[in-house]
């Protein structure tokens, strides 16, 4: 174990360093001392900063967070109160962690220092890439982001345009889903494709499902058509709401 400890320590003594680096570099190359002021947005997973006279945004995957209160770490895949999509990206650090048998990069949770964070991230940066990293500070909670790309105000606008304001679940991608699937009663759960939450879409994909009255109506009329889509009465719900009706189905489908 001990040898283990020491391995871990040179592991990411080394990517500390590196990143240190490398950050050097990017705040120069963007000139990100310059910006008075920061805003995150989990929604669409940017960052902005700026200025009176200035801006630049930033494509981030949340890392994860300290807390100055219990001195704690917690990696991203594991914050359930965060709703960004590409948080799920940090199960690549808790694989490799598993492969390695590094517990700090497999425990959900962790006593650290304040030099926890940056060295999560400078692990997080090896293993995932990216472009720079950024910390906010929001209270007692540090925020650890990776960057992995530069992207216009206009970039940001579509993204936002692809997003629903749910009643319930806040501001989130959109689904659509036949008029008869509900989260309170099992109607089957039929999809376009294979989904899985949190998961990345490629341009034209979104995501979809319906009922198995819907699938039988679909697959008599050859299709979807006039006939079947006026059965299905498609209609927009969020992702989370999704999600929720899909594993409802799937939990149930035992009885
Ligand atoms: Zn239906
Ligand atoms: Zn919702």
Known sequence: MIFRALKY????????????EFQNNFRAKYDIDSYANWFYNQSTETLRLYSDDKEVYFRYIPIGTFSRNTNTWMWAWANE??????????????????????????????????FTGWEFTAVAFDIIGGIGTYRVICEHLEIYFLLTKQITKQEVEKIENGLIECGVHGKLRKAFICQ??????????????E????????GEDDFQAWCSECEKVRIKTGGWNEESMAFAKIKLVCEKCYFDIKEMNLNERMH
């Open 195 to 202: 989904t899985y939450p949190g998961m990345e879409l490629d």
């Open 180 to 193: 008869h699937l509900n989260t309170e009663s099992k109607t089957g759960f039929e999809e376009a494709f």
């Open 9 to 20: 320590e040179k592991y990411t003594e080394k990517l500390c360093q590196r990143l240190t």
């Open 81 to 114: 109160d965060s709703v960004e999509p590409r948080k799920f990206r940090t199960l690549k650090v808790k694989r490799f962690g598993e492969k390695k048998k590094y517990q700090n990069l497999t425990n959900a949770h962790f006593a650290g220092n304040e």
